[in-house]
């Protein structure tokens, strides 16, 4: 799981690639990772089954060498390790699929260094401020909430 340092360190241990020499491509729900070294562009596939069907996934963000990724739909979340290929999902049945009603889904990924926690936040919007509903996950503490 993501709480242990295992998943969240991993990419470091078993990298001898620079995050400033990286670069992850998103082509649809495929992936490759682009890095350059001495004048010399490497391009790597990588693979990612994370089993979302037809689904359109959004590059929400990296943090410490994990990859966010939602659903366009606002449904699922995932936490992605693209050098060790583990990954998370995170579904939670109490937030519904606003897209059924038009609304537009926002996703952010972060770390708080302070507590060692990822977060997760899905801002969904209706008709240009209608309404927005903010959630936020906490990964170490398996909680979400409402703000």
């Known amino acids: 799981t993501l709480s242990s340092s295992h998943f969240a360190f991993a990419y470091l241990k078993l990298s001898n690639i620079s995050p400033t020499e990286s670069l992850l491509i998103r082509n649809g729900n495929k992936f490759q990772i682009m890095s350059y070294e001495n004048g010399k562009i490497d391009l790597v596939n990588v693979e990612a089954d994370f089993d979302v069907g037809d689904e359109k996934m959004v590059l929400v963000g990296s943090c410490n060498g994990l990859v966010g990724l939602g659903l366009k739909s606002g449904c699922l979340f995932i936490v992605w390790n693209p050098i060790t290929g583990e ?17 537009m889904v926002t996703w952010g990924f972060g770390y ?9 936040v899905r801002i969904c919007e209706k008709d240009f401020g209608e309404w927005i509903r903010v959630h936020v996950y906490s990964i170490r503490f398996d909680r979400l909430r409402r703000i």
């Open 87 to 103: 990954f998370c999902k995170y579904l939670n049945s109490e937030i519904p699929d606003f897209t059924t009603v038009g609304c």
């Open 112 to 120: 708080v260094s302070a507590i060692d926690d990822y977060k997760i």
